[in-house]
């Protein structure tokens, strides 16, 4: 019988077999769902076929041919009624004879059924068909035990060339190291086929365009083994990715054996070997090479002939029979996969040409594999830089920045010195003189020390402003928790600003929703109120005459609410996320009608949080503001001492200052003065316990920072001395240090005083000490 299938499996059988056989397909396609097409359905005489059979199905495609045995058939051993059976599993062998027997009917409609077979045959299950196999090897070892060897023939094969294709997927699957895949595929492929030489021919880049393309090209040669050297044309680290075959064809590019693998150490080794000087003298041999098809010679000596300097260089190293696949990593040429035989000429069948086959393109996926990872590692490594580099930028803006804040505390602590005490001066020089007793002020003369009064307190007020966030954002701001009443903060919160507002035509109120049991709480009470202070004032500032401020308290378990109302002007939505940013004011400076330093509402905000409370706003242009202030009970040990009594005027007494700093004294003396005190100002501070000794005085103001003496031994003594008299004593402490207030009282001072002074505190002090000389 002609062979006219390609892709079958031909084996010699008894006839005697075939009605079993014909049982066997008829029985499986039956389980299997498939349909059954036999020569009695579609009689195909002129062919030459004596019977035939086809399971067709979407998952398999099996067709078994018998005809008669083939005339140059060795008939030895052959039973008389012997023929040829063809299996065919290929679809496109499927598709020729679907095609050879309807060629062969006379019936259109049978014709046109064949003709859709054909046209949808797919390539099939592979698990389908390994089952197929399965169970017909073992109907030929039931039914024809001597014809089966074939067959098991065909999946012995089947199996080992799978087995080395499953070593190369796991070698790729296990491994990023290229070289390794490489070189343990050329081994293994070699051993399998039984080839003399197995060689991997890597394509090279041009010198002129290794440059180009570094960045994107991994090295691949292994070692040279000593004494071996390899050409100084093979850039190896620059050979990863070769061109298109247009490029190659054009360029006549060459490369290198880089990986060998060998039967025996006889062959001899062309490990670094080239044929690049042969491809410009053959055309015909570079298009072989790079068109991308499987390339196989039997004989070199015939298929070489017109090819000498190519045929010369195989015959060198003893090649006889080749076969060449070549790689493609995606649409470019990267190299070629090259069998040699060189005992003797070796005719290549048609399942080792597919087998190679199917190596080059595991191989290509594992040359792509490692191209994305050595991009990966490569886009890691800058990556990494750039987040080295972004980070030291970032610890350089940090270290800057702390410096500036470092910078501006410095600055802060100086201007506290140097405006707070000449201001101190003003304010208290300008308020001894509209208090002094000793001849009239003209009205002109009282307004410019009012406007003098007025303005060196609003500059005060702001320059502690400016201290007190620059304090909280360092951290150096610690609440002073205690126990208060939220009744009586409340109404002297709103009770400050009542004169401000009536001169406005502004209604202020309180709206106090708490009970009884509900009025102690437990925070910081200069804090609260100096928010409170803030929320209240700007509230008056922006509202316009006939309009209302409210102040709304009430309690809600441990959390504390004071919701703060107006009638003004409101706030636009689109500013409302700049109100609490320090140095903001919302309308433009060229138009801005209300004075403020735009420090209020973020210092009031830094107030809230040092709480843990919270403070949200709602506004509506020409409608009014309302800001909510939410401030959690905080933990506290002690409670607040009772209130301070309002002020009134003055007890009469005698004063000692003992102050070695002139200026501090005068403007102290004059203050106390024109309170109608006496004051007696003492400059050596060595001699204060003989001289208070002498005066008998009803209070001692002393600076703590004498230069003459200690201080803290003077106090020590004088309420040795004189605290049995009642004799009270006032310190006047740095505002800048936290622990003097503290030794002062261990030494015996009743009250202690920041310098440099505040005019009104310092009056309000020393009228405590003098009204209450128990106290102590």
Same mark, same amino acid.
């Given at each position: 019988?002609?062979?006219?299938?390609?892709?079958?499996?031909?084996?010699?059988?008894? &006839?005697?077999? %075939?009605?079993?056989?014909?049982?066997?397909?008829?029985?499986?396609?039956?389980?299997?769902?498939?349909?059954?097409?036999?020569?009695?359905?579609?009689?195909?005489?002129?062919?030459?076929?004596?019977?035939?059979?086809?399971?067709?199905?979407?998952?398999?495609?099996?067709?078994?041919?018998?005809?008669?045995?083939?005339?140059?058939?060795?008939?030895?051993?052959?039973?008389?009624?012997?023929?040829?059976?063809?299996?065919?599993?290929?679809?496109?062998?499927?598709?020729?004879?679907?095609?050879?027997?309807?060629? !062969?009917?006379?019936?259109?409609?049978?014709? +046109?059924?064949?003709?859709?077979?054909? #046209?949808?045959?797919?390539?099939?299950?592979?698990?389908?068909?390994?089952?197929?196999?399965?169970?017909?090897?073992?109907?030929?070892?039931?039914?024809?035990?001597?014809?089966?060897?074939?067959?098991?023939?065909?999946?012995?094969?089947?199996? =080992?060339?799978?087995?080395?294709?499953?070593?190369?997927?796991?070698?790729?699957?296990?491994?990023?190291?290229?070289?390794? $895949?490489?070189?343990?595929?050329?081994?293994?492929?070699?051993?399998?086929?039984?080839?003399?030489?197995?060689?991997?021919?890597?394509?090279?880049?041009?010198?002129?365009?290794?440059? +180009?393309?570094?960045?994107?090209?991994?090295?691949?040669?292994?070692?040279?083994?000593?004494?071996?050297?390899?050409?100084?044309?093979?850039?190896?680290?620059?050979?990863?990715?070769?061109?298109?075959?247009?490029?190659?064809?054009?360029?006549?590019?060459?490369?290198?054996?880089?990986?060998?693998?060998?039967? #025996? =150490?006889?062959?001899?080794?062309?490990?670094?070997?080239?044929?690049?000087?042969?491809?410009?003298?053959?055309? +015909?041999?570079?298009?072989?090479?790079?068109?991308?098809?499987?390339?196989?010679?039997?004989?070199? *000596?015939? +298929?070489? !002939?017109?090819?000498?300097?190519?045929?010369?260089?195989?015959?060198?190293?003893?090649?006889?029979?080749?076969?060449?696949?070549?790689?493609?990593?995606?649409?470019?040429?990267?190299?070629?996969?090259?069998?040699?035989?060189?005992?003797?000429?070796?005719?290549?069948?048609?399942?080792?040409?597919?087998?190679?086959?199917?190596?080059? =393109?595991?191989?290509?996926?594992?040359?792509?594999?490692?191209?994305?990872?050595?991009?990966?590692?490569?886009?890691?490594?800058?990556?990494?830089?750039?987040?080295?580099?972004?980070?030291?930028?970032?610890?350089?803006?940090?270290?800057?920045?702390?410096?500036?804040?470092?910078?501006?505390?410095?600055?802060?602590?100086?201007?506290?010195?140097?405006?707070?005490?000449?201001?101190?001066?003003?304010?208290?020089?300008?308020?001894?003189?509209?208090?002094?007793?000793?001849?009239?002020?003209?009205?002109?003369?009282?307004?410019?020390?009012?406007? $003098?009064?007025?303005?060196?307190?609003?500059? @005060?007020?702001? $320059?502690? *402003?400016?201290?007190?966030?620059?304090?909280?954002?360092?951290?150096?701001?610690?609440?002073?928790?205690?126990?208060?009443?939220?009744?009586?903060?409340?109404?002297?919160?709103?009770?400050?600003?009542?004169?401000?507002?009536?001169?406005?035509?502004? *209604?202020?109120?309180? *709206?106090?929703?708490?009970?009884?049991?509900?009025?102690?709480?437990?925070?910081?009470?200069?804090?609260?109120?100096?928010?409170?202070?803030?929320?209240?004032?700007?509230?008056?500032?922006?509202?316009?005459?006939?309009?209302?401020?409210?102040?709304?308290? &009430?309690?809600?378990?441990?959390?504390?609410?004071?919701?703060?109302?107006? /009638?003004?002007?409101?706030?636009?939505?689109?500013?409302?996320?700049? %109100?609490? =940013?320090?140095?903001?004011?919302?309308?433009?400076?060229?138009?801005?009608?209300?004075?403020?330093?735009?420090?209020?509402?973020?210092? /009031?905000?830094?107030?809230?949080?040092?709480?843990?409370?919270?403070?949200?706003?709602?506004?509506?242009?020409?409608?009014?503001?309302?800001?909510?202030?939410?401030?959690?009970?905080?933990?506290?040990?002690?409670?607040?001492?009772?209130?301070?009594?309002?002020?009134?005027?003055?007890?009469?007494?005698?004063?000692?200052?003992?102050?070695?700093?002139?200026?501090?004294?005068?403007?102290?003396?004059?203050?106390? /003065?024109?309170?109608?005190?006496?004051?007696?100002?003492?400059?050596?501070?060595?001699?204060?316990?003989?001289?208070?000794?002498?005066?008998?005085?009803?209070?001692?103001?002393?600076?703590?920072? @004498?230069?003459?003496?200690?201080?803290?031994?003077?106090?020590?003594?004088?309420?040795?001395?004189?605290?049995?008299?009642?004799?009270?004593?006032?310190?006047?402490? #740095?505002?800048?240090?936290?622990?003097?207030?503290?030794?002062?009282?261990?030494?015996?001072?009743?009250?202690?005083?920041?310098?440099?002074?505040?005019?009104?505190?310092?009056?309000?002090?020393?009228?405590?000490?003098?009204?209450?000389?128990?106290?102590?």
């Amino acid at each position: 019988m002609p062979r006219l299938f390609p892709g079958s499996a031909e084996q010699i059988i008894a &006839r005697s077999v %075939l009605d079993p056989l014909g049982l066997f397909l008829a029985q499986y396609g039956q389980r299997q769902g498939l349909s059954l097409m036999t020569e009695a359905d579609y009689p195909v005489g002129p062919l030459g076929l004596d019977q035939f059979w086809g399971l067709i199905g979407p998952s398999l495609a099996v067709v078994l041919v018998v005809g008669p045995v083939q005339e140059d058939a060795d008939l030895r051993d052959l039973p008389p009624d012997s023929a040829t059976l063809q299996l065919l599993m290929d679809p496109d062998g499927i598709r020729i004879f679907l095609e050879a027997v309807g060629t !062969a009917l006379d019936n259109p409609e049978q014709c +046109a059924q064949l003709a859709s077979l054909g #046209n949808h045959l797919g390539h099939g299950d592979p698990a389908a068909q390994a089952q197929f196999m399965l169970d017909w090897l073992n109907f030929c070892t039931t039914a024809m035990p001597p014809t089966c060897k074939p067959v098991q023939d065909r999946l012995d094969r089947q199996l =080992e060339r799978s087995l080395v294709l499953n070593q190369v997927v796991t070698k790729i699957q296990e491994s990023l190291d290229l070289s390794v $895949i490489l070189q343990t595929t050329v081994s293994e492929v070699r051993y399998f086929l039984q080839a003399d030489r197995l060689l991997i021919y890597q394509f090279a880049l041009p010198q002129q365009e290794v440059g +180009a393309e570094t960045d994107q090209t991994i090295a691949l040669a292994p070692e040279s083994a000593p004494g071996e050297s390899v050409p100084k044309e093979f850039a190896t680290e620059k050979s990863m990715l070769g061109g298109s075959r247009e490029d190659e064809k054009a360029n006549h590019r060459g490369g290198y054996i880089t990986y060998e693998a060998k039967s #025996n =150490e006889t062959l001899s080794s062309v490990l670094h070997y080239t044929e690049n000087f042969c491809f410009s003298q053959s055309p +015909a041999c570079q298009e072989r090479f790079f068109s991308g098809q499987t390339t196989v010679v039997d004989n070199i *000596d015939d +298929a070489y !002939a017109s090819v000498p300097c190519l045929h010369a260089f195989l015959t060198q190293v003893g090649v006889k029979s080749k076969m060449v696949v070549p790689i493609l990593v995606g649409q470019q040429f990267w190299g070629l996969l090259i069998v040699h035989q060189c005992q003797q000429q070796r005719h290549w069948e048609a399942w080792e040409i597919e087998f190679l086959g199917h190596i080059a =393109e595991h191989l290509a996926i594992a040359i792509n594999q490692a191209q994305l990872y050595q991009q990966l590692q490569q886009q890691t490594q800058n990556l990494e830089v750039c987040v080295i580099e972004r980070t030291q930028d970032l610890r350089d803006a940090l270290a800057a920045a702390q410096a500036a804040n470092r910078a501006k505390s410095d600055f802060l602590a100086t201007m506290s010195h140097e405006l707070r005490t000449p201001l101190t001066y003003i304010i208290g020089m300008s308020a001894t003189l509209l208090r002094w007793s000793l001849g009239d002020l003209s009205e002109r003369q009282r307004d410019y020390l009012n406007t $003098i009064h007025t303005s060196g307190e609003h500059l @005060l007020a702001v $320059i502690n *402003d400016i201290l007190e966030v620059s304090k909280i954002e360092s951290g150096r701001t610690a609440l002073e928790v205690r126990e208060f009443s939220l009744t009586s903060l409340s109404r002297q919160s709103v009770d400050a600003f009542r004169a401000e507002a009536a001169k406005n035509d502004l *209604d202020v109120v309180l *709206d106090l929703k708490i009970a009884p049991d509900q009025d102690s709480f437990v925070a910081d009470p200069r804090r609260v109120r100096q928010i409170l202070s803030n929320l209240i004032s700007n509230a008056v500032k922006f509202t316009p005459a006939a309009g209302k401020v409210t102040l709304r308290v &009430r309690r809600e378990q441990n959390v504390a609410v004071f919701d703060i109302s107006d /009638t003004g002007i409101g706030i636009p939505e689109s500013a409302q996320s700049l %109100l609490f =940013e320090k140095f903001q004011q919302l309308e433009n400076v060229r138009q801005r009608e209300y004075q403020g330093t735009g420090l209020g509402l973020a210092l /009031t905000k830094q107030l809230v949080d040092l709480h843990g409370g919270s403070i949200k706003v709602v506004s509506k242009v020409g409608v009014g503001s309302l800001f909510s202030v939410r401030i959690p009970l905080q933990r506290s040990d002690s409670a607040l001492p009772p209130p301070s009594a309002p002020e009134v005027e003055p007890v009469v007494g005698r004063i000692v200052l003992v102050e070695d700093n002139e200026e501090n004294a005068s403007i102290i003396c004059d203050m106390l /003065t024109a309170a109608d005190y006496q004051v007696i100002w003492i400059v050596d501070g060595s001699r204060v316990l003989d001289q208070v000794e002498l005066l008998q005085p009803a209070a001692v103001i002393i600076n703590l920072n @004498l230069a003459s003496a200690n201080s803290y031994d003077i106090i020590t003594a004088l309420g040795q001395t004189l605290g049995h008299r009642g004799v009270k004593i006032l310190a006047l402490v #740095n505002g800048a240090s936290s622990d003097q207030a503290q030794r002062a009282q261990q030494a015996g001072a009743h009250d202690t005083l920041p310098h440099p002074v505040n005019p009104k505190q310092l009056l309000t002090a020393v009228y405590h000490l003098m009204r209450h000389p128990a106290l102590g």
